[in-house]
């Protein structure tokens, strides 16, 4: 069977690129940004259906970056493209974007280093940021720049236009407040971007608003009110419009769900009360999760090298070998002398070196 090396195309997109992409003519309104406009703004007189937001996708390589241009909604996005991070980095100066698609890898500017730049910008909190590059076939480089230069999601490439944006709807669902579209009562937007913002460390309790000795009755009608107002429903228009305003509202109400059948369960309700008095853990927990994470803390006697291992676990769960492997390198700091966590590392380090071969071939 004849096999082809990889190259650094997308070709699900390349089909539909030369269909889509609208190069900017010369002598278009003075308003317009510079560069290669991807995407046609509404006609004049005409109301747009759903709100058009502004992308740049600045990329080495022209046919993925045509493709990706090309696989955003025209009625939805509307795309300037760059094939260097020093010429998106004088756009983005001037103009500003919602959304930013970067390859890792381009002249000028690298991708990593232009992400970071603009998360620590004026205005980095609200910017949607996605970083894309065939390297982030390996998940834990993904992962790690990441966290290393505060992008949103990353994208291996090859992808597909469904992979892309699905990604982008979860980049802006990070970023972008309900509230700004408008899409809902003040009141109401207000409260999902309040409430999506600190999601991840409410305890169920919290987040059905009901005291930590609260009976079973309590519980079902914490969570049918809860469901009135979260249920997607109730907001199915939004589906369509604004599907990451109702990605927002959905995950929101997935989590009020799930406090609901572990709270209702005494024997799950037990295990999660343990786990959030221990180590607060405001999520229910697997047993073999739990499992794990108590073998591996066996690992080690000191309190200081305990938080390290739980480091450790948290990293593989996410799928970051590296970042598994510098915390317990920081355990190891602590007890120099302890062969099982010595044993773990190396066991990492040759997971890590499986990975990275496979990558090359």
Same mark, same amino acid.
């Given at each position: 069977?004849?096999?082809?090396?990889?190259?650094?195309?997308?070709?699900? #997109?390349?089909?539909?690129?030369?269909?889509?992409?609208?190069?900017?003519?010369?002598?278009?309104?003075?308003?317009?940004?510079?560069?290669?406009?991807? @995407?046609?703004?509404?006609?004049?007189?005409?109301?747009?259906?759903?709100?058009?937001?502004?992308?740049?996708? @600045?990329?080495?390589?022209?046919?993925?970056?045509?493709?990706?241009?090309?696989?955003?909604?025209?009625?939805?996005?509307?795309?300037?493209?760059?094939?260097? /991070?020093?010429?998106?980095?004088?756009?983005?100066?001037?103009?500003?974007?919602?959304?930013?698609? #970067? /390859?890792?890898?381009?002249?000028?500017?690298?991708?990593?280093?232009?992400?970071?730049?603009?998360?620590?910008?004026?205005?980095?909190?609200?910017?949607?940021?996605?970083?894309?590059?065939?390297?982030?076939?390996?998940?834990?480089?993904?992962?790690?720049?990441?966290?290393?230069?505060?992008?949103?999601?990353?994208?291996?490439?090859?992808?597909?236009?469904?992979?892309?944006?699905?990604?982008?709807? !979860?980049?802006?669902?990070?970023?972008?407040?309900?509230?700004?579209?408008? @899409?809902?009562?003040?009141?109401?937007?207000? !409260?999902? *971007?309040?409430? +999506?913002?600190?999601? *991840?460390?409410?305890?169920?309790?919290?987040?059905?608003?009901?005291?930590?000795?609260?009976?079973? /009755? *309590?519980?079902?009608?914490?969570?049918?009110?809860?469901? #009135?107002?979260?249920?997607?429903?109730?907001? +199915?228009?939004?589906?369509?419009?604004?599907?990451?305003?109702?990605?927002?509202?959905?995950?929101?109400?997935?989590?009020?769900?799930?406090?609901?059948?572990? #709270?209702?369960?005494?024997?799950?309700?037990?295990?999660?009360?343990?786990?959030?008095?221990?180590? /607060?853990?405001?999520?229910?927990?697997?047993?073999?999760?739990?499992?794990?994470?108590?073998?591996?803390?066996?690992?080690?006697?000191?309190?200081?090298?305990?938080?390290?291992?739980?480091?450790?676990?948290?990293?593989?769960?996410?799928? *970051?070998?590296?970042?598994?492997?510098?915390?317990?390198?920081? @355990?190891?700091?602590?007890?120099?002398?302890?062969?099982?966590?010595?044993?773990?590392?190396?066991?990492?380090?040759?997971?890590?070196?499986?990975?990275?071969?496979?990558?090359?071939?």
């Amino acid at each position: 069977m004849e096999t082809k090396s990889p190259t650094r195309t997308v070709p699900t #997109l390349a089909k539909v690129a030369l269909k889509k992409v609208a190069v900017a003519r010369p002598g278009a309104p003075a308003a317009a940004p510079s560069g290669v406009q991807a @995407a046609v703004a509404p006609r004049p007189g005409t109301e747009p259906q759903t709100i058009v937001r502004r992308v740049l996708v @600045a990329e080495q390589d022209e046919g993925v970056r045509n493709a990706v241009a090309a696989s955003l909604p025209r009625d939805r996005f509307q795309v300037w493209t760059y094939g260097d /991070g020093d010429s998106a980095y004088d756009h983005l100066g001037q103009h500003g974007a919602d959304l930013v698609i #970067l /390859g890792r890898e381009m002249p000028g500017l690298q991708g990593t280093v232009l992400c970071d730049l603009l998360r620590k910008g004026k205005n980095g909190e609200g910017l949607a940021i996605v970083l894309m590059s065939p390297r982030y076939s390996n998940p834990s480089l993904g992962a790690g720049d990441c966290g290393a230069f505060g992008a949103d999601e990353f994208l291996p490439l090859p992808t597909t236009p469904d992979v892309l944006m699905d990604k982008v709807e !979860q980049a802006l669902v990070a970023r972008e407040p309900v509230e700004k579209l408008k @899409a809902l009562p003040p009141a109401l937007a207000r !409260q999902v *971007d309040e409430l +999506a913002a600190k999601l *991840d460390t409410l305890s169920y309790y919290e987040l059905l608003e009901i005291p930590f000795e609260a009976e079973r /009755g *309590d519980i079902q009608v914490a969570f049918h009110q809860k469901s #009135l107002v979260y249920h997607p429903d109730r907001h +199915a228009r939004l589906k369509a419009t604004v599907p990451h305003a109702f990605e927002k509202i959905n995950t929101i109400y997935k989590r009020i769900s799930e406090a609901y059948k572990v #709270l209702s369960h005494p024997a799950n309700r037990h295990t999660y009360n343990v786990g959030l008095r221990r180590r /607060g853990a405001v999520r229910f927990e697997p047993e073999s999760t739990r499992r794990r994470e108590e073998k591996d803390l066996d690992l080690v006697t000191t309190a200081e090298a305990r938080n390290f291992v739980i480091q450790a676990v948290e990293c593989r769960g996410f799928g *970051d070998l590296e970042g598994a492997r510098t915390a317990l390198e920081h @355990a190891l700091r602590l007890e120099p002398d302890n062969q099982a966590l010595q044993d773990r590392i190396a066991a990492i380090s040759k997971l890590l070196f499986i990975v990275r071969t496979q990558n090359r071939t």
